[in-house]
């Protein structure tokens, strides 16, 4: 009885390690690997696996977590995988790829000594794989962010970046932008970094002058409001923030004119990159951060009160 | 799209999966993910045999205020609005004000500017205009 007992445990287990490596395949990798997406290996393909298989398990655990240049994110983008659950999935995509037979053969006999259903454990025979796809991303359907750069992915080192030539011998000695961002304020665009509240801070001392570290500018501490059409907020544009970066003479009198109302803004102007677009959507806050600048709730009882003021305008 | 044929569902299947392909591909294959404002400049270079200049502006922007390169530098705001050459260079003009072996590295490292992969087109990375398709990479 004893020996019996130990196969069925040894099979359980063997089954319950398949089945993580199931449940993490086809919430993390059957985005890509089902179909074989952009060079990914696909699931079941025998010739896709056989030269990754053949240089070893290793070596494919280390591409999966850390990722690969060609493509795979680490971790297939899902930082908060384990070490274990990445390799379960590893052994489970190896499994279905050499031997789908076996794999097939094995996994309905515990399941059924287990007096569970066989269905969810099996891991599929080649065709049943290529079926298996169109149902993982059904089953996926409330993941959500699907085409925004998970955080794995941005701020990458400059060999890494698209940009950057990596057969250039120079670009391996640029500064990672990570080593230096790891240290300032976050945001949710652009550098990922808040450069205001950065300078606020002190964290950065950008200097005012090409080769005098001391030298200061003036800053201007007035707001001018912006009163806007519509129901967006009106914009409230602060000199200080600006005037701790620019001199007067980068904007005036060329971008704006020094008078009130004598501007007229768009924000299709500002797309096209003029006007606050010279700098906004090119190094400075993108313009997706629309309430940055749309920032002073409108008084609507006053403009209940006075539309036809408004209307005028 | 109520009475499908059969087949009509397999091909747009199909056609989307092209379609992601493609998408995904494009993302994927030579994917820029570089810093917002990196600004690629290919005014002389490609034509020169070197590699297209990538300047970071987060790099410079942690170091100096807007104003040194666009007001006391005359550096117009736009991506090859100006027309700089090595000779303006080491003349002290726009990047050889400071890349003189005194305030930063000196222009014998040419590699560290001429960075980019060979014609790469002048643009500013992950800006608007890029995004909405003027000047995007590989165009």
Request: aromatic share 6%; net charge positive.
């Amino acid at each position: 009885m004893r020996p019996l007992l130990l196969v069925i445990a040894c099979c359980w287990a063997f089954a319950a390690a398949a089945q993580q490596g199931k449940a993490v395949y086809d919430k993390s990798c059957a985005l890509c690997h089902a179909a074989g997406v952009a060079g990914a290996p696909k699931f079941g393909n025998a010739a896709d696996w056989s030269p990754r298989i053949a240089r070893g398990a290793a070596a494919l655990y280390t591409s999966a977590l850390s990722g690969t240049p060609k493509g795979m994110p680490p971790r297939g983008g899902n930082a908060e995988l384990k070490d274990a659950d990445v390799k379960a999935a590893v052994d489970y995509m190896m499994a279905a790829a050499s031997a789908p037979a076996k794999a097939a053969a094995a996994a309905p006999k515990p399941a059924a000594a287990a007096a569970a259903p066989a269905a969810a454990a099996a891991p599929a025979s080649a065709p049943a794989a290529a079926a298996k796809p169109a149902a993982v991303a059904a089953a996926n359907v409330n993941a959500f962010n699907r085409l925004l750069r998970p955080a794995s992915r941005q701020n990458p080192p400059p060999a890494e970046d698209g940009i950057h030539d990596p057969k250039n011998d120079g670009t391996h000695v640029l500064q990672a932008p990570r080593s230096a961002f790891d240290a300032l304020p976050r945001s949710n665009a652009g550098n990922r970094v808040n450069w205001v509240a950065a300078l606020e801070e002190k964290r950065i001392a950008p200097r005012w002058d090409r080769a005098d570290p001391k030298a200061s500018g003036l800053v201007l501490d007035f707001n001018i409001v912006r009163e806007v059409k519509g129901s967006m907020p009106d914009v409230v544009y602060p000199h200080k923030q600006h005037t701790e970066w620019l001199d007067c003479s980068n904007c005036h009198p060329a971008i704006f004119i020094p008078q009130k109302g004598a501007n007229q803004i768009s924000m299709a102007a500002i797309l096209l990159g003029e006007k606050c677009g010279v700098c906004h959507g090119k190094v400075a806050f993108p313009v997706s951060e629309c309430r940055l600048c749309h920032s002073k709730k409108k008084d609507t009882a006053a403009a209940a009160a006075a539309p036809a003021a408004g209307a005028a305008k | 799209m109520r009475n499908r044929k059969p087949g009509t569902r397999a091909l747009a299947a199909a056609a989307i999966g092209a379609l992601c392909v493609v998408l995904l591909g494009a993302v994927v294959a030579p994917e820029a993910r570089a810093e917002y404002g990196d600004v690629v400049i290919n005014n002389h270079s490609d034509k020169a045999g070197m590699r297209p200049v990538v300047f970071p502006h987060w790099f410079h922007r942690v170091r100096f205020a807007c104003k040194v390169c666009h007001a006391d530098l005359g550096f117009q705001f736009r991506a090859g609005g100006n027309d700089i050459n090595m000779v303006k260079i080491i003349d002290g003009q726009f990047c050889g004000a400071c890349h003189n072996g005194e305030i930063a590295w000196a222009i014998e490292n040419c590699n560290l500017c001429h960075s980019a992969p060979p014609g790469t087109p002048t643009q500013v990375h992950e800006s608007t205009l890029q995004r909405m398709g003027k000047g995007a990479l590989g165009k």
